[in-house]
């Protein structure tokens, strides 16, 4: 995210100096570990329609149009995630994108330093600290885009009263690879985000352009079915045989590699104010860090650069756009936050509900023939503009909504449409007035 904000502040005029921790991946081999690819949405691709990218990153995704649910018996379940193939998600490689994102950078005259890692802020001085302070670089202004684990962020804690929570999640999650098939062909339907829920734990994997696919397998750290549980090939195995059946053909010799890789935590942060005077602000998940289960983590921190863009368009000293950006994002960032806290037990469990699909199946039938009125809460994060905030306020009233319409019901199709209409005019339009929502999109 860091390339993309330095890009759009380069295209305003500005000296762009960016620090990395890392070599140059476009040039060195990067370890893996971390999550290898990513889906991006919307508000990621208008953040990339805005330097000039979206195509040519479009080019490097596969479309990813709907779930597919895998049962214990390997039975499938698919659902479409917009109301039409045109509201996707996109599966990108991660390593791919960032290197895209750096050239990018350098063209449009960003100054990039590898393996610069920042180890601490003296903010009076405006000065960033290398190498046990053998060395420091001036700033005139600082945007840390360290990430979650942010440098940045905690010297502004410890020196300028920042305050954060960082909060873990007892689930980890360890990535593993699906090879590809003859001729690079792919062994599962190509198109569609594959989970394998089992309630306190699930399996997903997403495509990759090369017929692979990027599996991660999310539990508890510690506890019965967890990764502190599977210490051995033995235990891995048969845990994978009778969760995952029939994915397990499919990981190829994965024994090596679920040892190898390290478990990722997750975890939230939240932290507030973001910025010290008109010097330093924090942007991306230095600011915001979510947990991954709504897939919004780096759309988010793209759609901060837009946001920021827009001020830095309308004001002219970074002393008038930091607080606003911090304003205008702070709830925003929140709702996400907890929605992709609420999706984690929506992916583990409920996707497997069966009261949970009537109603996915009814809100489809709600998006088809009352679209005017209604869009699902998934729809407004990944396909709109529509402020997180004010997604996750009419998500509230929807699930009220569909909880009375799928009462006693059996089947979706049944479901009275005429009923529903009057419930949504009745509960949710005058909150779109309130709002100030525009379901066209
Ligand atoms: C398993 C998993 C799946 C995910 N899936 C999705 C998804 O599908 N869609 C989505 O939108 N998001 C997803 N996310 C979230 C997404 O990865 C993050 O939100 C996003 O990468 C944050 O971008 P960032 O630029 O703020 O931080 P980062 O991507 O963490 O980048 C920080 C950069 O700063 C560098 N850095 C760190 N410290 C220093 C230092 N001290 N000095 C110099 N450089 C430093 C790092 O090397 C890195 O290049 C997922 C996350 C996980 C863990």
């Not at 040039?27 to 208008?46: C, Y």
């Not at 040892?259 to 973001?274: I, K, N, Y």
Request: include cysteine.
């Amino acid at each position: 995210m860091g390339c993309v904000l330095a890009t759009l502040l380069a295209n305003r005029g500005h000296s762009v100096e960016l620090f990395e921790k890392r070599p140059d991946m476009r040039r060195a081999q990067i370890g893996g570990g971390r999550s290898i690819n990513l889906v991006l949405t919307n508000r990621g691709l208008s953040a990339l329609e805005r330097v000039g990218l979206r195509e040519q990153v479009l080019e490097l995704t596969v479309p990813v149009l709907g779930r597919m649910m895998h049962d214990l018996h390997g039975e499938l379940t698919y659902q479409p995630y917009g109301k039409d193939d045109s509201e996707c998600n996109y599966s990108v490689s991660r390593g791919m994108l960032n290197e895209f994102l750096l050239t990018a950078a350098e063209e449009a005259g960003v100054a990039i330093e590898f393996n610069a890692a920042v180890e601490d802020v003296d903010f009076d001085r405006r000065r960033l600290i290398f190498e046990e302070g053998r060395r420091s670089a001036e700033f005139d202004v600082l945007i840390g885009t360290d990430g979650a684990p942010s440098v940045v962020r905690k010297a502004l804690v410890e020196k300028k009263g920042l305050e954060e929570s960082v909060d873990f999640m007892d689930w980890g999650y360890k990535e593993l690879l699906f090879p590809s098939g003859p001729d690079d062909s792919y062994l599962l339907e190509k198109n569609a985000l594959h989970i394998w829920p089992r309630g306190s734990h699930f399996l997903m994997a997403l495509a990759n352009l090369d017929g692979s696919f990027t599996g991660t397998v999310y539990m508890p750290q510690t506890g019965p079915d967890s990764f502190e549980s599977i210490d051995d090939q033995e235990s891995l195995l048969a845990f994978f045989e009778r969760h995952y059946g029939d994915a397990t053909p499919l990981l190829g010799d994965f024994v090596d590699t679920f040892f190898e890789h390290p478990v990722g935590t997750l975890g939230t942060v939240r932290s507030a104010p973001w910025y010290w005077e008109d010097k330093v602000l924090l942007v991306g998940d230095a600011a915001h860090g979510i947990v991954p289960f709504f897939g919004q983590g780096l759309n988010s921190g793209f759609e901060d650069c837009l946001v920021l863009d827009d001020l830095l368009a309308q004001h002219e000293d970074f002393a008038q756009v930091f607080p606003r950006f911090f304003n205008a994002r702070k709830p925003n960032t929140e709702a996400i936050a907890d929605m992709a806290l609420e999706n984690a037990r929506e992916m583990g469990e409920k996707v497997a509900n069966p009261t949970f699909l009537l109603k996915k199946k009814v809100e489809s039938l709600l998006e088809k023939h009352l679209g005017d009125i209604y869009r699902s809460r998934y729809a407004m994060v990944m396909y709109s503009h529509i402020p997180y905030a004010a997604a996750y306020a009419v998500g509230k009233r929807q699930k009220e909504i569909l909880a009375t319409l799928a009462e006693g019901l059996d089947r979706a199709q049944d479901v009275d449409l005429e009923r529903a209409r009057q419930l949504i005019e009745e509960k949710l339009v005058p909150l779109y007035d309130e709002l100030d929502l525009n379901l066209e999109f």
